[in-house]
């Protein structure tokens, strides 16, 4: 099992970011995958979820409304279409399956 992140980067407060999951070694269209984070000086904290078939999505409440997970199956990714972001989103983001995680992308919500 292989999870690749990337589209972590530098935000300010308020904008956006994207990022993307690349999956591979496994069946991806019949995993259920997650997105968790931990920040500085924090324990790692779920994030938001999405069932294999993309039909189930769950949120932390400090992301319900701002973040959207989303997956295509066809490409074996998924995402995290991250709005309205804010300094305490600052945070390594965790792609994850199962006790399988990715080596994580930093995000830096900053002025």
């Known amino acids: 099992v292989q999870l690749v992140e990337s589209g972590g980067g530098l935000a300010q407060p308020g904008g956006s970011l994207r990022l993307s999951c690349a999956a591979s070694g496994f069946t991806f269209s019949s995993a259920d995958m997650s997105w968790a984070r931990q920040g500085p000086g924090k324990e790692r904290e779920f994030v938001a979820a999405i069932s294999w078939s993309g039909r189930e999505e769950y949120y932390a409440d400090s992301v319900k409304d701002r973040f959207t997970i989303s997956r295509d199956n066809a490409k074996n990714t998924v995402y995290l279409q991250m709005n309205s972001l804010k300094p305490e989103d600052t945070a390594v983001y965790y792609c994850?399956?199962?006790?399988?995680w990715g080596q994580g992308t930093l995000v830096t919500v900053s002025e």
């Open positions: 994850n399956l199962g006790v399988y």
